[in-house]
């Protein structure tokens, strides 16, 4: 009787553990529909989706998450001073969390990273900016968007030491086998970036800080030829004095990376433990595939854990040409100047093997862990039935507290494309066609009649997220 009796305490307790591990595990289920609404360019429905979320799906601990998600949503609705103010406490967010985070250091190696808040993907706290800048372009104020421009380059020029700061400290770690160390930052020079501030020196009419820019998107195209793998964009003409108006075209298309979960497994040698694709035994009939060893000094042969890795995943855009239409005349195919989905795999690069190197390291120490603790149990029970129940209990409950990271933002887009035309000065009505791989017709976007002329920045943007 005394051993139902603690059984039934366990089970309890088991339960408890259970209803605990929802924290553990990344919320999509605010995203339910949503596609239809983008694709439909329902917006303003989205929004409304996403708020409603809020407290619910978007749990205290996701704030920079919710903000995120809030402020781009609010860009293509066309909130723009909305959009900047979610903007900017998604990035504040951002910021405190990367403070607490150093400052938790060591202290969170053995934390699921589910149960910590999110601090936002490298790319989205770089595209933030962006964003923030086009805002600042359709409310015309050339000063603020210039700040959010400048903020870009900062991060980028600080990325890699962030990310060195959190090995440090991961490095403090009394249990650690092996060192942290970063991946290497590949992306320095943002072209979109650059694009956005020669514009505005242009339409101040300071033409040398508007050559620099242009000689910096060129430098992208050398420098980082691993992430600008396509052509680069005709820019030559954009400096020209002309008697027409200049009339730019910036458009979003598809939508940025989701994140999806690996699961692999650990198993034990003596002082190795070997990261395979099955989680048969090494010795086993079963054919392993064999990803990596690592020397992991006072381990035992024979045990045999599972872990989760997140890992980004591209979505596509259904986009292949996006053309200007002006007047009821095709006029121009725009370019593509960034690739934002392959920048936000490339960025995420840097911090993968600290992911890597900290999730073996909590699923090696919990399984020891807990095969120490379904030892013990056993003998509480008594060993037999009872004892293998008691080992499964403690399995399930392990495996259900190890699950990825799966949170990420959902409506950054996955590819920026530009171009300019030059027109007589007053009314013209501009629009934006886009075309599919097969080259049928999936939408144009009416941007209406527009007054341009030669001063000032006569720019447009249409996005379409699919």
Request: one cysteine or more; charged letters at 30%; proline letters at 2%.
């Amino acid at each position: 009787m005394k051993k139902y009796k603690f059984l039934l305490l366990f089970g309890i307790a088991f339960l408890l553990v259970l209803s605990g591990c929802a924290n553990m595990k990344s919320s999509k289920q605010q995203f339910v529909g949503i596609d239809d609404k983008l694709v439909a360019h329902d917006y303003a429905n989205a929004l409304a989706q996403i708020k409603a979320a809020k407290g619910k799906f978007y749990k205290e601990k996701e704030q920079a998450l919710y903000y995120l998600d809030e402020g781009m949503l609010l860009h293509y609705n066309g909130n723009y001073e909305e959009s900047n103010e979610a903007l900017t406490k998604a990035e504040n967010a951002i910021d405190e969390l990367y403070t607490k985070s150093i400052a938790r250091g060591a202290a969170s190696m053995l934390l699921n990273d589910n149960v910590l808040e999110y601090s936002g993907e490298d790319y989205e706290d770089i595209y933030l900016n962006v964003f923030k800048a086009m805002n600042y372009l359709e409310l015309e104020k050339f000063d603020d968007a210039f700040v959010e421009i400048r903020r870009i380059n900062d991060k980028l020029s600080l990325l890699e030491q962030k990310h060195k700061k959190t090995a440090d400290q991961f490095n403090l770690f009394k249990d650690k086998k092996k060192e942290f160390k970063t991946g290497t930052n590949k992306f320095h020079n943002s072209a979109l970036g650059r694009y956005l501030s020669m514009l505005i020196y242009r339409a101040e009419g300071k033409l040398d800080d508007a050559r620099i820019d242009q000689d910096m998107i060129a430098e992208a195209w050398k420098l980082q030829a691993q992430i600008y793998d396509f052509k680069q964009p005709e820019l030559n003409t954009y400096l020209e004095k002309t008697d027409k108006a200049k009339v730019d075209f910036i458009s979003f298309t598809g939508r940025g990376p989701d994140k999806k979960a690996n699961t692999l497994y650990i198993h034990t040698e003596d002082d190795l433990i070997v990261i395979g694709t099955t989680e048969e035994n090494p010795r086993g009939n079963q054919q392993l595939e064999t990803l990596d060893l690592i020397n992991w000094p006072g381990v035992k042969k024979g045990y045999h854990f599972k872990f989760q890795l997140p890992f980004l995943e591209e979505r596509k855009s259904n986009i292949s040409k996006v053309k200007i239409k002006v007047d009821g005349v095709v006029m121009k195919e725009l370019e593509m100047i960034e690739d934002i989905e392959k920048i936000a795999l490339e960025t995420y690069k840097i911090k993968e093997p600290l992911i890597y190197l900290k999730t073996i390291t909590r699923s090696v120490l919990k399984g020891l862990a807990s095969e120490k603790g379904k030892t013990e149990l056993s003998k509480q029970v008594g060993g037999g039935l009872l004892g293998d129940l008691s080992r499964l209990v403690t399995d399930v409950a392990v495996d259900a507290t190890e699950n990825a990271d799966l949170r990420i933002s959902r409506f950054f887009p996955a590819e920026a494309l530009v171009g300019e035309i030059e027109v007589t000065t007053g009314m013209h009505r501009f629009a934006i066609e886009y075309y599919s791989k097969n080259g049928d017709l999936l939408w144009v976007d009416e941007l209406g009649e527009k007054d341009v002329s030669k001063k000032g920045l006569n720019l447009f943007e249409s996005f379409y997220l699919n």
